[in-house]
């Protein structure tokens, strides 16, 4: 079955590095969209990046130039690379996978397939 396991996440002051890891098994990892989205406490879950088979990637606008998304097919993982960390990035992260081609809108209903999320928290 379907398994999306995150880590990396932790706590960091403002201007920081954190990279996170989503490590994936019983599917074909390499021909799905995968994303990452974040969650903070009272607000909805919202896109933060995908990346498509091709290695095509689609980022929110409030972490572009910041934020990372890349795979490495032969480990199965996905990762996000978070630099310039303010503190409203202050979420659970959570690993998402898609069998189908990468949407237009990173909208969370359009993935299937969910990890169980890691903290990430960026201190002023």
């Known amino acids: 079955q379907v398994q999306l396991v995150e880590s990396g996440g932790g706590s960091v002051q403002a201007g920081g590095s954190l990279r996170l890891s989503c490590a994936a098994s019983?599917?074909?990892?390499?021909?799905?969209?995968m994303g990452w989205f974040r969650q903070a406490p009272g607000k909805e879950r919202e896109g933060v990046a995908v990346i498509d088979s091709r290695g095509s990637t689609n980022y929110a606008d409030s972490v572009k130039g910041r934020f990372t998304v890349s795979q490495d097919n032969a480990k199965n993982t996905l990762y996000l690379q978070m630099n310039s960390l303010k503190p409203e990035d202050t979420a659970m992260y959570y690993c998402a996978a898609r069998a189908n081609r990468c949407p237009s809108t990173i909208w969370s209903l359009f993935f299937a397939y969910w990890g169980q999320g890691t903290q990430v928290t960026v201190s002023s």
């Open positions: 019983g599917f074909t990892f390499s021909s799905y969209c």
